[in-house]
Nanobody, 120 residues
């Protein structure tokens, strides 16, 4: 199993920045992919950004150019740098790890979530 602990959320004004961190309980070196999802009130959870074991990244269109996902394998940590924040970025942000169970099967682990509120 993998335990994920997020930190770094909070209240920020529009145009501001935050950096979220996700610390994993085991090495992330061989984890298939890690990502950040978010869920706003009344909306479905959506993928915000993901990074593969080979450090390939992808982003939802609404955050491209503003958010950056990165990983530090030595610290077993994934980061989400969020710049130029907008009110519509307000949500609970969840860290996700997609982990190999066997040669053909993967399973997902989730953190507890961290609240990001963008408001003046």
């Amino acid at each position: 199993q993998v335990q994920l602990v997020e930190s770094g959320g909070g209240l920020v004004q529009p145009g501001g920045s935050l950096r979220l961190s996700c610390a994993a309980s085991k090495s992330i070196f061989s984890i298939y992919a890690m990502g950040w999802y978010r869920q706003a009130p009344g909306k479905q959870r959506e993928l915000v950004a993901a990074i593969s074991s080979g450090s390939n990244t992808n982003y939802v269109d609404s955050v491209k150019g503003r958010f950056t996902i990165s990983r530090d394998n030595a610290k077993n940590t994934v980061y989400l740098q969020m710049n130029s924040l907008k009110a519509e970025d307000t949500a609970v942000y969840y860290c996700n790890a997609e982990v190999w169970v066997d040669a053909t099967t993967r399973t997902n682990y989730w953190g507890q979530g961290t609240q990001v509120t963008v408001s003046s």
